[in-house]
């Protein structure tokens, strides 16, 4: 929290079926953390989500979310 974490990759989603709960998912506010799934975590946005798969902490190498989310808790935290 309160620290810089660059998205390296993601891919946005707007169908609909975007919000549909997955293993490890809750409800939130746009920027929220909402999912953490094996290769990516899916951040709410105002229509649909996004998925990213890749970050960097300031000062660190690009890692994949598997690893980063290894490292830390994710789920209920807000980018942005």
Known sequence: EGEVL???????????DANVPV????SG??????AVQDDYMRIQCGTGTLAVTQVQRAGRRVMSVRDFSH??????LRVG
């Not at 293993?23 to 809750?26: A, L, P, R, S, T």
């Open 6 to 16: 660059r998205i390296f990759s993601a891919r946005a989603d707007k169908r609909e």
């Open 23 to 26: 293993k490890n998912q809750i």
């Open 29 to 34: 506010d746009i920027g929220a953390i909402i």
């Open 71 to 76: 490292r830390q808790r994710l789920l209920g």
